[in-house]
């Protein structure tokens, strides 16, 4: 496939020029008549490593480091969390490095908006299984109770779903981030629910659903210099 070379090379090189001339890249005018650039969900202007890498690295090598760092990172993210399961050293060395040179990886690695989904779904799901954890000893029913006692947690939680929105797209963030929370509705119903009657179910969605509700907001508004526009222009 050549969508690197006919697609994001150009989209990398249109945001470099426009922050180096310290103009936000809303604007493509080298394709056809001009293209939006900042609204196509895929160029992710305002991710941290292409923004700051984009000022001091041309788009050919910035390419190249994207992947290598975003393998790593997904490596390091699936390791631990094969380490949170309870698996051995070797088990966990083996997960990690399948995760990063997956033929799933490998083939999906040259369209860069999928690296973040690659490198941040790991992080995701070993966060929300810290949240499990602490919901086996979970006395309070208070659930802004709960968000203040594992601050840190939620914290370091929002902001790897904002660096996956920023880097990725709105649709494969979602593939992310949905699969995360619905596990976590299930860890939450085994833990707030021994007898099983209707009452207690009954709490335990709505308890889930405010967990979500304060990290899906504050990430939505963190990043939505990145999905609004799109919602609104698209």
């Known amino acids: 496939a050549t969508d690197q070379a006919d697609t994001y090379y150009p989209w990398a090189v249109a945001v470099q020029r426009s ?100 490198a941040y779904l790991p992080w995701i799901f070993l966060l929300v299984k810290n949240l499990t954890v602490y919901l086996k000893t979970l006395e309070e029913k208070s659930s802004f109770k709960f968000l203040v006692n594992n601050l840190s947690t939620f914290f370091w939680l929002c902001f790897i779903q904002t660096m996956l929105i920023l880097g990725s797209n709105i649709q494969f963030a979602l593939l992310g981030i949905a699969p995360a929370y619905i596990y976590l509705l299930i860890a939450i119903f085994n833990a707030k629910n021994q007898s099983y009657n209707r009452i207690e179910i009954t709490k335990s969605i709505f308890f889930s659903i405010k967990v979500f509700s304060y990290t899906s907001i504050l990430t939505l508004c963190i990043s939505a210099t990145t999905w609004l526009p799109i919602l609104v222009f698209s």
């Not at 969390?81 to 040179?101: E, P, Q, R, V, Y």
């Open 19 to 118: 922050l180096r001339s310290h103009h936000l890249p809303f604007w493509n005018p080298n394709n056809f008549a001009g293209t939006p650039l900042w609204t196509n969900g895929q160029p992710s202007p305002l991710y941290p490593f292409r923004f700051l890498t984009s000022f001091f690295i041309d788009p050919s090598l910035q390419h190249d480091i994207f992947i290598i760092f975003h393998l790593v990172l997904a490596g390091f993210g699936m390791y631990f969390l094969c380490k949170s399961l309870g698996f051995n050293a070797i088990a966990c060395l083996a997960g990690g490095l399948f995760w990063m040179f997956s033929p799933l990886g490998f083939a999906w690695m040259q369209f860069e908006f999928f690296l973040p989904l690659l």
